[in-house]
């Protein structure tokens, strides 16, 4: 079953109903993610499905791609990086229950009212995937020519004339 995504929701509740949420969610609504952007053009496709797993481990599945308009660092061009992002977040109400989780699920600390931002898990996930030094990969990479060192003058050892005095009081 697939509906709108509302603003806030009852994680507990969505996971026993097993509710699956997916649509598009604009760039330039993200105010967490915008400052890394070259700009707030384009929209990211998600899925945000609740369930239960063999185990009884209550997880909501994040689903999202997107193509993030970058800077490159190395031509100082905009460029578009694909991201596709496949996340397992385990839901537990409390740290000590992280370490139950199976490997590859990330836990998501939740309280008691299970209250959650949906908009805010899918950005979340879209922060991490942004590199931490763009590169368009399309990019040449930039040689430089460096000059060569200029040769270093021999300057006197100011304490040349103390080593002197002190091999005349011998």
């Not at 977040?89 to 309280?111: C, F, K, M, N, Y």
């Not at 008691?112 to 030094?133: C, K, Q, R, Y």
Request: aromatic content about 4%; charged content about 30%; glycine content about 6%.
């Amino acid at each position: 079953m697939s509906a709108s995504l509302p603003p806030v929701l009852d994680a507990w509740r969505m996971v026993a109903a097993k509710r699956l949420f997916d649509g598009r969610l604009p760039l330039s609504g993200m105010s967490r993610l915008r400052p890394v952007l070259a700009d707030a053009d384009g929209d990211c496709r998600f899925e945000v499905e609740f369930g239960v797993d063999a185990m009884g481990m209550r997880y909501v599945d994040v689903r999202a791609e997107a193509e993030l308009p970058l800077l490159c660092q190395r031509s100082l061009e905009r460029f578009l990086h694909p991201v596709r992002i496949n996340q397992r977040l385990g839901l537990v109400t409390d740290e000590s229950q992280e370490a139950a989780l199976p490997e590859g699920v990330e836990p998501l600390l939740l309280d008691a009212s299970g209250e959650l931002n949906p908009a805010g898990l899918v950005e979340d996930e879209l922060i991490l995937a942004v590199p931490v030094v763009p590169i368009d990969p399309a990019s040449a990479e930039l040689e430089a020519e460096w000059p060569e060192e200029a040769e270093v003058e021999e300057k006197p050892n100011p304490f040349a004339a103390l080593a002197a005095l002190k091999e005349q009081k011998k």
